[in-house]
């Protein structure tokens, strides 16, 4: 509570500052409290993830009276959103257990990063430690727009849409019903 009471009576004091050199000292000293914050809050998901991962592999709901890790999700306890639970049980585990990369590697970057990055990873465009790196260094912008790129290069299963090759459809005049005129490129 006493952090609270200080930081309070910090922002009163850049709220009210008497020199410019106070304000931008009190800014990086507010930024620097904001990062070890984050870096604090991606070892604790780190964490979690590393539990919900033992947890739902040894499916120890069941032991604990649960019909489904859904809902033990939503206990009262927990009112934890079982897809966040999932994405975060889904990062440990492909980064962590199938890649081998060090939990403290993974601590390094927000979870919504690590699943941008995860087809590319599990498809073999990106080694995972490079994923990882991009995850650091990228905002979470930059980082969707490099990895939609790299998946449409990469992935010859789903190549990017032709709307030529696409069917084109008409509607009859007399019952309304839509008919494909035209199939892919054939007129």
Same mark, same amino acid.
């Given at each position: 509570?006493?952090?609270?009471?200080?930081?309070?009576?910090?922002?009163?004091?850049?709220?009210?500052?008497?020199?410019?050199?106070?304000?931008?000292?009190?800014?990086?000293?507010?930024?620097?409290?904001?990062?070890?914050? %984050?870096?604090?809050?991606?070892?604790?998901?780190?964490?979690?993830?590393?539990?919900?991962?033992?947890?739902?592999?040894?499916?120890?709901?069941?032991?604990?009276?649960?019909?489904?890790?859904?809902?033990?999700?939503?206990?009262?306890?927990?009112?934890?959103?079982?897809?966040?639970?999932?994405?975060?049980?889904?990062?440990?585990?492909?980064?962590?257990?199938?890649?081998?990369?060090?939990?403290?590697?993974?601590?390094?970057?927000?979870?919504?990063?690590?699943?941008?990055?995860?087809?590319?990873?599990?498809?073999?465009? %990106?080694?995972?430690?490079?994923?990882?790196?991009?995850?650091?260094?990228?905002?979470?912008?930059?980082?969707?727009?490099?990895?939609?790129?790299?998946?449409?290069?990469?992935?010859?299963?789903?190549?990017?849409?032709?709307?030529?090759?696409?069917?084109?459809?008409?509607?009859?005049?007399?019952?309304?019903?839509?008919?494909?005129?035209?199939?892919?490129?054939?007129?």
């Amino acid at each position: 509570m006493d952090r609270v009471v200080e930081a309070t009576a910090e922002a009163i004091e850049v709220l009210n500052p008497e020199t410019g050199s106070q304000v931008e000292l009190k800014a990086a000293r507010t930024e620097q409290e904001i990062k070890k914050a %984050v870096m604090f809050v991606r070892e604790v998901w780190t964490h979690l993830a590393l539990q919900l991962y033992l947890f739902h592999e040894g499916k120890m709901w069941e032991t604990l009276g649960y019909e489904s890790f859904e809902e033990w999700c939503d206990s009262p306890e927990l009112d934890f959103e079982p897809r966040y639970a999932y994405q975060l049980i889904d990062n440990y585990k492909t980064v962590v257990i199938d890649h081998g990369v060090p939990e403290e590697h993974l601590a390094l970057v927000g979870p919504s990063k690590v699943k941008t990055v995860l087809v590319a990873v599990r498809r073999g465009i %990106v080694p995972v430690e490079d994923a990882l790196a991009d995850c650091e260094s990228l905002r979470k912008r930059d980082l969707e727009t490099k990895y939609k790129r790299l998946l449409a290069r990469g992935d010859d299963a789903n190549p990017p849409l032709d709307a030529s090759a696409e069917p084109v459809y008409d509607q009859c005049p007399t019952c309304g019903k839509r008919y494909r005129v035209k199939a892919g490129t054939d007129a």
